[in-house]
């Protein structure tokens, strides 16, 4: 059974950085798709950014060239770099993981929010 747990969320000013961490067990880890996604009040989960097994990245335009995902298979984590936050970065952000297309778990989420 999959299991996902993130952590690295927390309180942040705006323009300051947070690195967010996933741990996966119960999955071969490099040979899925991981990405993370966020989820802010009133509003629907959207993607943030995937990274593939061949460590290809995709980014929502929001967070291009301010967020970073990287994986390090060795220790089955995947990770989220953000610099430059904004308060609209402020969300709920979710790391899953993927398989040809089918979702295999989610994490319960951590707490990021960008205030002054």
């Known amino acids: 059974q999959v299991q996902l747990v993130e952590s690295g969320g927390g309180l942040v000013q705006p323009g300051g950085s947070l690195r967010l961490s996933c741990a996966a067990s119960?999955?071969?880890?490099?040979?899925?798709?991981m990405g993370w996604y966020r989820q802010a009040p009133g509003k629907q989960r959207e993607l943030v950014a995937t990274i593939t097994s061949g460590s290809s990245t995709n980014y929502a335009t929001s967070v291009k060239g301010r967020f970073t995902i990287s994986r390090d298979n060795a220790k089955n984590t995947v990770y989220l770099q953000m610099n430059d936050l904004k308060p609209e970065d402020a969300a709920v952000y979710y790391c899953n993981a993927q398989r040809y297309g089918v979702v295999q778990g989610w994490g319960q989420g951590t707490q990021v929010t960008v205030s002054s």
């Open positions: 119960g999955i071969i880890f490099s040979i899925h798709v």
